[in-house]
């Protein structure tokens, strides 16, 4: 985890998972870099929000793979995500309750966005997973919760990086500083006058 600049009440916090992703995103607002997966963001987020000032909200910037085609090398702010590696069902009928249901951020819309902390890199999970949503990333569910939890405003905001298939690792080595190129020019546009 490390904080990059000062939070106040008045300024968007961006966060985001890995530096190659912030890469370009300058010094105008503080960034949070959490490291990758859901108990690294979660740590880290909750560690910040519990540290006294509060942003005015949290922005997640980062990739995501595309579950469906025509999605790769696009941005979009999620409307709905949800965890993929936890069996909701399974726990809802053990206990009575729900854990991890999914989050609704916005009735915009945008795509459904899935989490977990695996790195989707093969067609028969991405498939899968397509049943449920547009993207998979390996944080967003997890800052939604904390910023949720602390009352926070939050969004999440995905450049496609990849097709979540057997080249997905490779396809974001290679793309990721054209990705966080994206991201930042995201920011300034809908993040500048604050």
Known sequence: ???????????????????EEA????ERLPVLLTGIGKINSTAALATVLA????????VNLGTAG?????LAGTTHEVSRVLQHDIDTPVLRALTGRSYGAP???????????????LFVSDGAARDRLAE???LVDMEGYA???VARRA????????????????GAAHTWRESVDACAKILAAWADEHLGDR
Do not use: F, Q, W
């Open 23 to 26: 890469a370009h995103l300058g």
């Open 1 to 19: 985890m490390r904080l990059l600049g000062t939070i106040t009440p008045d300024r968007p916090l961006l966060v985001v998972a890995v530096r």
């Open 103 to 117: 989050i609704t951020l916005n009735e915009g819309v945008g795509p459904t966005l899935a989490t977990g902390d």
């Open 143 to 145: 800052i939604a919760t």
């Open 132 to 134: 449920r949503a547009d």
């Open 51 to 58: 540290g006294g000032v509060r942003p005015a909200e949290v």
């Open 66 to 70: 595309a579950l469906r085609p025509g």
């Open 151 to 166: 009352e926070v405003p939050v969004r999440l905001v995905k450049y496609v990086s990849d097709e979540a298939d057997d």
